[in-house]
T-cell receptor, first 114, second 114 residues
Framework: GENVEQHPSTLSVQEGDSAVIKCTYS??????FPWYKQELGKRPQLIID?????GEKKDQRIAVTLNKTAKHFSLHITETQPEDSAVYFC?????????????FGQGTILTVHP | KAGVTQTPRYLIKTRGQQVTLSCSPI?????VSWYQQTPGQGLQFLFE???????NKGNFPGRFSGRQFSNSRSEMNVSTLELGDSALYLC?????????????FGNGTRLTVT
């Protein structure tokens, strides 16, 4: 089955710096890659996603890049703010457009220091 | 539009007991999936239901089961509870559980087994 590895497990940055979280996946048929943000005590919420036919997607300060050949994708957060502090999960969908499942990475605890 | 609702928010059970968790999806969403979240294992996929049918299942023992009703509400049952079952159980709903339909998570049920 699909296996998703996420690095680093913890990331500490100063406010205004950039943060990058990387994930690798094993199933070459995976075709959808969402990122979720989970603040302390709250539910995971989708922040950005990318499909396999796209190499990069950007939404204001966050962007995701996908390298299908290398089977890895990354989340980039620029101009970080204290409210970006949270746990970030990457995920990969395996199953094409039919029944399948979403496999999550282990999560990255991002701390942004003011 | 109301979000995904999970009840109860907290549960304390003893080993050997069984427990039932409930999830009401967003109106119009037909797919409900369940995840176990623990500090060491991240988000682990349990199973997914669509139109009252289980379509996919993760690598959990048969003590974990679920069902979905005609109104798309779903329940998850864990029998013969073990200490290792202590976790946050999250359900998520989507229009369709496919690689282009974002998941919307509930706040979870925190289960503690003593």
């Amino acid at each position: 089955g699909e296996n998703v590895e996420q690095h680093p497990s913890t990331l500490s940055v100063q406010e205004g710096d950039s943060a990058v979280i990387k994930c690798t996946y094993s199933d070459s048929a995976s075709n959808y890659f969402p990122w979720y943000k989970q603040e302390l005590g709250k539910r995971p919420q989708l922040i950005i996603d990318i499909r396999s036919n796209v190499g990069e997607k950007k939404d204001q300060r966050i962007a995701v890049t996908l390298n299908k050949t290398a089977k890895h994708f990354s989340l980039h957060i620029t101009e970080t703010q204290p409210e970006d502090s949270a746990v970030y999960f990457c995920a990969a969908w395996s199953g094409g457009t039919s029944y399948g499942k979403l496999t999550f990475g282990q999560g990255t605890i991002l701390t942004v220091h003011p | 539009k109301a979000g995904v609702t999970q009840t109860p928010r907290y549960l304390i059970k003893t080993r050997g007991q069984q427990v039932t968790l409930s999830c009401s999806p967003i109106s119009g969403h037909r797919s409900v999936s369940w995840y176990q979240q623990t500090p060491g294992q991240g988000l682990q996929f349990l199973f997914e239901y669509f139109s009252e049918t289980q379509r996919n299942k993760g690598n959990f023992p048969g003590r974990f089961s679920g069902r979905q009703f005609s109104n798309s509400r779903s329940e998850m049952n864990v029998s013969t509870l073990e200490l290792g079952d202590s976790a946050l159980y999250l359900c998520a709903s989507s229009l369709e559980f496919r690689g282009n339909s974002p998941l919307h998570f509930g706040n979870g049920t925190r289960l503690t087994v003593t």
